[in-house]
């Protein structure tokens, strides 16, 4: 695949409405070429298609994908260069490097390079184009950039100007984010408030609990958000009621109808996916770019409609750092019905995204840690909270567990929280929680963290 290859030749008009045969025929055609060049220049997969004895006649179509096994993000992490696909083979204008942007979230912390070519960074502008229009983002925005500036490149950090650029629309950039260079660059939580106060701003855009965390400042600072239309999250799972909350918190700084749009995607994948209407599920809306499908985790096979599995997804025309069949850590429903709100055809996320690990065995009773922080986002006067399970005396190594709950608020609303989180979360985790008023920083502090962390374990592993 080279530059002078048409738009014809590459996507469908109206793709997202296109019958699914087509659209199918049309992943076909580009994975054959996808894997034919993988097997010629990725380092990865031609070694890993060799030792499975596959070669791209083994895999002409999205069924024949299952051939392959599932890639990790800790093959990735292991040798994130032999992951970027050798330039040689293509001319200069599509292999070109355009920017590099890092995966964060590893356990080591050291973050992961992604290279994006000029033809991947120009495939992106195009997509970012296209799913404007079921976002909703327009031409007149103005939009506050809150991902936190960090010492690499993240993706959505990143990404959030491509799509202002794709779009047409103005960017601010807030800055925030953890002080650790000599350089005096970082802004605080107060200063990104008043950025979006001075821009007008219509959308904010950030990591869920960053954005959350600026708009319970701005109610604080009495600051006035009336022309916000809409906040865009992404970064980490967020309940329906924390995104109830934040449209109510966006209402009493004067936004009018305030949207919240929900994004699901990774730096790896690089193609967002986003809802119609909330509860609709999460749409593909780049199929001509990215197969998602998911699969069994015990088997790696490849699961039906409407089952619930690991998330994957494989790049059809990607030329920089590309996947196949890359797990995305996330169990998942996955649906290939066309959408009964909209009509689209692209397949669908219909669940919220579950880490493996939300269930926790605490004092011998399973605990949906889901359900127990959905409940906490129920109650209006918690600012911020936190779930920890420990043991009740660190030194025994037989100790009972301990479930403590952190709790930021406002002093006049603390006396009745704490007896409504003791009596909810016995009710619905049957287990009695300690109550801990702390400071909102203690608990998440955006000068440290780009995230706020809801749940942490902290008992010894016994295995
Ligand atoms: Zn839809």
Do not use: K, L, T
């Given at each position: 695949m080279t530059w002078d290859k048409t738009l014809e030749e590459l996507t469908l008009p109206n793709l997202l409405y296109q019958p699914q045969e087509k659209v199918r025929a049309l992943q076909d055609r580009l994975l054959r070429e996808q894997i034919e060049v993988c097997y010629r220049a990725h380092p990865f997969y031609e070694k890993l298609m060799k030792r499975e004895g596959l070669e791209p006649r083994h895999i002409q179509t999205t069924d024949d994908l299952v051939r392959l096994p599932p890639t990790t993000k800790q093959d990735f992490l292991a040798d994130?260069?032999?992951?970027?696909?050798?330039?040689?083979?293509?001319?200069p204008e599509v292999t070109t490097l355009w920017k590099v942007v890092y995966t964060t979230g590893t356990t080591t912390g050291r973050p992961a390079p992604i290279y994006v070519c000029a033809f991947d960074y120009y495939a992106y502008l195009y997509g970012a184009a296209r799913r404007a229009e079921l976002i909703d983002i327009r031409d007149t925005d103005v939009i506050a950039n809150l991902f936190p500036l960090t010492p690499f490149p993240m993706g959505a950090f990143s990404r959030a100007t491509d799509e202002a650029a794709a779009v047409g629309a103005s960017i601010a950039f807030a800055h925030t984010g953890r002080p650790d260079s000599p350089f005096p660059v970082h802004h605080t939580v107060d200063e990104a408030v008043r950025l979006v106060e001075r821009h007008r701003a219509t959308l904010i855009w950030g990591v869920a609990g960053f954005v959350r965390r600026v708009l319970v400042r701005a109610e604080e600072m009495g600051a006035d958000f009336s022309r916000l239309r809409m906040a865009m999250i992404t970064g980490e799972a967020s309940s329906k009621a924390m995104r109830a909350d934040m449209r109510r918190r966006m209402a009493r700084l004067g936004a009018k109808e305030p949207k919240v749009a929900n994004r699901y995607g990774s730096t790896e994948q690089g193609s967002s996916m986003v809802e119609c209407v909330e509860g609709a599920g999460f749409h593909s809306l780049a199929p001509d770019q990215v197969f998602h499908e998911v699969f069994d985790p015990a088997t790696s096979k490849r699961l039906g409609d409407g089952d619930t599995g690991m998330l994957a997804f494989t790049h059809l025309i990607r030329r920089g750092t590309t996947f196949l069949r890359y797990a995305m850590g996330d169990m998942v429903t996955f649906t290939t019905a066309t959408c009964p709100h909209c009509g689209r055809t692209s397949p669908r996320v219909t669940s919220q995204p579950v880490r493996s690990g939300d269930i926790l065995k605490i004092k011998g009773t399973l605990v949906n840690i889901q359900a127990l922080k959905e409940q906490l986002e129920h109650m209006p006067t918690i600012d911020e909270y936190q779930i920890v399970v420990r043991p009740q005396d660190p030194a025994d190594p037989f100790s009972m567990d301990e479930l403590l709950v952190r709790l930021a608020a406002r002093p006049e609303h603390q006396a009745a929280l704490a007896e409504a989180v003791v009596a909810e979360t016995a009710r619905t985790a049957h287990v009695r929680p300690r109550i801990a008023f702390v400071e909102k920083n203690e608990i998440f502090d955006p000068t440290i963290a780009s995230k706020p962390r809801r749940v942490i374990d902290e008992r010894p592993r016994r295995d």
């Open positions: 994130p260069e032999a992951f970027r696909m050798r330039g040689d083979i293509f001319p």
